[in-house]
């Protein structure tokens, strides 16, 4: 690569923009220290030296590089450059988990499938201490072999970003946020359950769960406003595990929602287990055309609903 006819900031060579935030511009850049491609964030100077933001973010960026998750972007490292923070990360060719929500919905082994991948890279972060706060179908990126990749941990802007003229940017955000995030600052694994609830929400439906016409609408949606479950059920023929997994996961008293990230994750896999059985009987043409058939399969179907249930509660 020439560097004199390209933009270079520091050793990075950058080169198109791939996205943009209210935490700066991403560029794909030719790193040509160390012969690489990478994703490379670069944040705007306020927030570069604002002491809040960098309180809260250096410390999750230096406990990231000593992790390693396939469902985790790898982060690089970071700098200061021209007054500026950059955050150095891998490039991921692929999108964002919200142009696949824009084109279509998606059906019920497609949506595990990407929720058990999108729960495992969390889980796994919870575990080494590490919250996202700002969980959203955009910073949720979908590799080209759809291999699902967590971003942007510890970009939240929750205390800091009011002024921030992009109002839809900031709608956005408010329609992930968890009812006790609005109320105060510390992000715990729970806030990001409840973000997931609201992600996979407009997976299987289409739509943002959240919405209003300026922040406050947004926050007063997120603190008081009942999902209407039976019609989601109807309308995309959802069934009633799903059903159940939304309304534990969007539950506004934190005592009702799934206590932690692993216990969701067991959840689903289960769920998992369950539709491909019964995807085996559709094959194999197993029918419940008799009294006894019928109440062997509702008998299983019980069984399962008990056990979720348990594995749901066992540690409450």
Same mark, same amino acid.
């Given at each position: 690569?020439?560097?004199?006819?390209?933009?270079?900031?520091?050793?990075?060579?950058?080169?198109?923009?791939?996205?943009?935030?209210?935490?700066?511009?991403?560029?794909?850049?030719?790193?040509?220290?160390?012969?690489?491609?990478?994703?490379?964030?670069?944040?705007?100077?306020?927030?570069?030296?604002?002491?809040?933001?960098?309180?809260?973010?250096?410390?999750?960026?230096?406990?990231?590089?000593?992790?390693?998750?396939?469902?985790?972007?790898?982060?690089?490292?970071?700098?200061?450059?021209?007054?500026?923070?950059?955050?150095?990360?891998?490039?991921?060719?692929?999108?964002?988990?919200?142009?696949?929500?824009? !084109?279509?919905?998606?059906?019920?082994?497609?949506?595990?499938?990407?929720?058990?991948?999108?729960?495992?890279?969390?889980?796994?972060?919870?575990?080494?201490?590490?919250?996202?706060?700002?969980?959203?179908?955009?910073?949720?990126?979908? @590799?080209?072999?759809?291999?699902?990749?967590?971003?942007?941990?510890?970009?939240?802007?929750?205390?800091?970003?009011?002024?921030?003229?992009?109002?839809?940017?900031?709608?956005? !955000?408010?329609?992930?946020?968890?009812?006790?995030?609005?109320?105060?600052?510390?992000?715990?694994?729970?806030?990001?359950?409840?973000?997931?609830?609201?992600?996979?929400?407009?997976?299987?439906?289409?739509?943002?769960?959240?919405?209003?016409?300026?922040?406050?609408?947004?926050?007063?949606?997120?603190?008081?406003?009942?999902?209407?479950?039976?019609?989601?059920?109807?309308?995309?023929?959802?069934?009633?595990?799903?059903?159940?997994?939304?309304?534990?996961?969007?539950?506004?008293?934190?005592?009702?929602?799934?206590?932690?990230?692993?216990?969701?994750?067991? @959840?689903?896999?289960?769920?998992?287990?369950?539709?491909?059985?019964?995807?085996?009987?559709?094959?194999?043409?197993?029918?419940?055309?008799?009294?006894?058939?019928?109440?062997?399969?509702?008998?299983?179907?019980?069984?399962?609903?008990?056990?979720?249930?348990?594995?749901?509660?066992?540690? !409450?």
């Amino acid at each position: 690569m020439d560097e004199n006819s390209v933009e270079m900031l520091h050793h990075y060579a950058l080169s198109n923009l791939i996205g943009s935030s209210e935490t700066g511009e991403v560029h794909k850049a030719w790193d040509t220290a160390m012969e690489r491609v990478v994703a490379l964030r670069v944040i705007p100077e306020k927030l570069s030296n604002n002491k809040n933001f960098r309180s809260q973010l250096l410390p999750v960026l230096r406990s990231l590089s000593h992790i390693s998750h396939k469902n985790i972007c790898v982060v690089f490292g970071a700098s200061r450059v021209d007054h500026k923070m950059i955050v150095i990360s891998e490039f991921i060719p692929g999108k964002p988990l919200s142009e696949i929500i824009s !084109k279509k919905t998606i059906g019920v082994n497609p949506f595990l499938d990407l929720a058990i991948q999108i729960t495992e890279g969390l889980s796994h972060a919870h575990l080494n201490r590490i919250m996202h706060g700002n969980l959203r179908p955009s910073n949720i990126f979908i @590799t080209n072999e759809n291999i699902v990749k967590l971003m942007d941990f510890g970009l939240s802007l929750h205390s800091i970003d009011n002024d921030s003229s992009d109002l839809e940017m900031k709608l956005r !955000k408010a329609a992930y946020q968890s009812p006790e995030h609005i109320s105060i600052d510390d992000i715990t694994p729970s806030c990001d359950l409840f973000s997931l609830g609201a992600i996979f929400w407009e997976l299987l439906s289409g739509k943002r769960l959240f919405n209003g016409d300026s922040v406050r609408a947004v926050e007063d949606a997120v603190l008081k406003f009942k999902p209407d479950y039976k019609q989601l059920k109807a309308e995309y023929e959802l069934p009633g595990d799903i059903i159940l997994l939304l309304q534990k996961l969007l539950a506004k008293n934190l005592s009702d929602r799934f206590q932690n990230s692993n216990e969701l994750l067991v @959840t689903l896999k289960a769920m998992r287990s369950f539709e491909i059985e019964s995807r085996t009987m559709e094959f194999l043409q197993v029918k419940p055309d008799t009294p006894r058939k019928y109440l062997m399969l509702s008998i299983l179907a019980a069984l399962m609903i008990i056990f979720w249930l348990v594995i749901t509660t066992v540690q !409450k």
